[in-house]
């Protein structure tokens, strides 16, 4: 009886055994499968990559954090070493990371990256010694479940995609700074954890016409600054476009126009922090967006994203001890009392030329409107000179403070500095600090809602020092770390994509305190009496503003102001440099 157990059991683990060894995987895409006419869906991408990872002990396969729609995110890791600690990877190699979806709608990367990551695992590709790849197969979850053929107006393919906004309707390119949604809380999460040299965000565009079906839009070269800006501008972007063009792939800087020809010249598209590439350089990742074609066919589209990360692997495998070290000596570039641009305008004193291959464009008469619109003709294809903007030159700037102290109370903020690998410290005990303040002197804001915020702009500050009592538990927060491009661009309230201008202080903007006019007359004339300065200021302020001189409220409230009933937390900072 015992012999005959053995004997069963031995059948059945040969049985497993072939069962195990008899197991196939179909990987041909979707797209491959349509011949270039579909694109894969939310839960085939994913089982793809499951399926990826159980034949290929070199992919990895991993669920992390949440997103708006209740999935979790995947990151997919390629590592012919099987190592998956990227801690331990930086130590000899350089990484890649390739997001996907943002824009579900734009799905060229969903399908390019799954044959890449196939062709990689199964040697089609030659496997890169120097280099592994890493990719959020599909960011925009929400979005990408939203599938539909109809919302991508100006699209050619694929039949079926996604819906740009993701499961709460934001546009989640938006969102790198605000973290809004569970989406960029997790992307946070994932970049810290990963620490790219090299980020890949694949896109579609949506503006002319031309002969092109791959752009690219690299980071902005001053912007990301010093021999790393120099090296993505002289180096990496000819390398790129030389690559592809041995490949016969034509590619162009991104064409940043909307409804106009491209051959009256355009500007490189600034990445505020805002966007992917944006938000990656502040840790001095090397950035750029693909932007492929819309009017091109899908086919082509994907194949040219495909082609175009081979060709940056091969570039990161050939630079790979320059682009480690440009990235190590960036991290000095930022000392406490150097001066850091926070605004930024186009230099039209120093230009790019592009052999730019385009179609002409005419104004006709539109048959709906009966206005003039564009038409661009394809039986007219040109190549010629475009003025190319892709310098630009900063507009203010601020010196960089030792450090930032954040009271306790905004733990919205101090929440998202964390997410953001910030160190810092807390008072052990009540302090009084000298430090530098700011009031809010003047903002605009949008007249419409901009991705759930009414953002402001132009704000400008006045500086003062001043002696602050901090409490037990404050947090002060010094800039000499890896995180201080991200507290200069959110804590200094001019930024662009400050927290300030991203409606984050908003509460500072109103006064809490008033005062009743019948009792403030008495007491506003008792403080004229005892102050003949303040009287002499007031009474030529009247003399030389008309409006101010017939507005007695506007007087009683100017003079409220200038007393010591007025609250003190009124357009007051709550963030304090340490200088």
Not at 167 to 183: H, P, Q, S, V
Not at 428 to 433: C, G, L, V
């Amino acid at each position: 009886m015992k012999l005959f157990s053995v004997v069963i059991a031995l059948i059945l683990i040969k049985s497993c055994n072939s069962s195990i060894k008899k197991e196939s995987f179909d990987f041909e895409t979707r797209f491959e499968k349509s011949k270039g006419f579909e694109t894969a869906t939310y839960d085939e991408t994913i089982v793809y990559y499951e399926n990826l990872a159980k034949k290929y002990r070199k992919i990895s396969i991993l669920e992390i954090g949440e997103t708006d729609s209740g999935k979790p995110l995947h990151l997919i890791t390629y590592n012919p070493d099987n190592e998956f600690n990227f801690n331990t990877i930086h130590k000899t190699k350089n990484i890649i990371l390739i997001n996907n979806g943002i824009h579900p709608g734009e799905s060229d990367g969903i399908d390019a990256t799954m044959m890449l990551f196939r062709d990689l695992a199964s040697g089609i590709i030659e496997t890169p010694k120097n280099t592994v790849l890493v990719t959020i197969p599909i960011y925009n979850v929400g979005g990408s479940l939203n599938r539909n053929s109809t919302t991508r107006t100006n699209q050619n393919g694929p039949k079926e995609y996604g819906f740009r906004g993701n499961a709460r309707n934001y546009d989640l390119n938006r969102d790198f700074i605000k973290c809004d949604t569970k989406n960029a809380k997790t992307f946070t999460q994932i970049f810290h954890m990963v620490n790219p040299d090299v980020f890949i965000d694949n896109h579609v565009s949506n503006g002319a016409d031309y002969q092109y079906a791959l752009t690219h839009l690299f980071t902005q070269h001053n912007k990301l600054g010093g021999t790393l800006g120099d090296y993505i501008h002289t180096e990496m972007m000819p390398k790129l476009e030389q690559k592809l063009a041995k490949k016969d792939w034509d590619i162009t800087p991104y064409v940043n126009v909307f409804n106009r020809v491209p051959e009256t010249g355009f500007s490189q598209f600034f990445d505020y922090p805002r966007y992917s590439t944006g938000y990656t350089t502040l840790w001095n990742t090397l950035g750029m967006m693909v932007e492929t074609h819309m009017l091109k066919p899908y086919k082509q589209r994907v194949y040219g994203t495909y082609e175009l990360m081979k060709s940056m692997i091969e570039i990161v495998e050939e630079d790979q001890s320059i682009i480690s070290s440009l990235r190590n000596d960036s991290t000095n570039n930022f000392k406490v009392g150097a001066t850091y641009p926070l605004n930024w305008a186009i230099d039209s004193t120093k230009t790019s030329t592009l052999n730019f291959k385009g179609f002409e464009g005419e104004m006709i008469t539109s048959e709906i409107t009966g206005m003039p619109r564009l038409k661009y003709n394809r039986d007219k294809p040109f190549t010629k000179p475009v003025t190319y903007y892709n310098y630009f030159k900063p507009t203010d700037s601020i010196t960089i403070p030792k450090a930032y102290i954040i009271p306790q109370g905004w733990y919205d903020i101090i929440d998202l500095l964390k997410l953001n690998a910030a160190e810092m410290n807390r008072f052990e005990n009540d302090s009084t600090i000298t430090v530098e303040t700011y009031t809010i002197d003047s903002y605009e804001t949008v007249k419409t809602p901009f991705e759930g915020h009414y953002l402001h702009y132009n704000t400008t500050l006045k500086a003062k020092t001043e002696e602050i009592a901090f409490s037990k538990g404050d947090y002060i927060i010094n800039t000499n770390q890896s995180a201080i491009r991200y507290l200069l661009e959110t804590l200094e309230p001019q930024a662009p994509d400050s927290f300030f201008n991203w409606n984050f202080f908003d509460i500072i903007l109103q006064q809490k305190e008033g005062f009743s006019p019948y009792v403030w007359e008495d007491l506003a004339l008792e403080l004229l009496n005892k102050n003949p300065d303040l009287k002499e200021i007031f009474e030529t302020k009247k003399e030389k503003d008309f409006d101010f001189a017939n507005n007695w409220y506007a007087q009683l409230d100017w003079l409220h102001q200038q007393s010591d009933y007025f609250e003190k937390a009124y357009l007051k900072y709550p963030v304090y440099r340490l200088n």
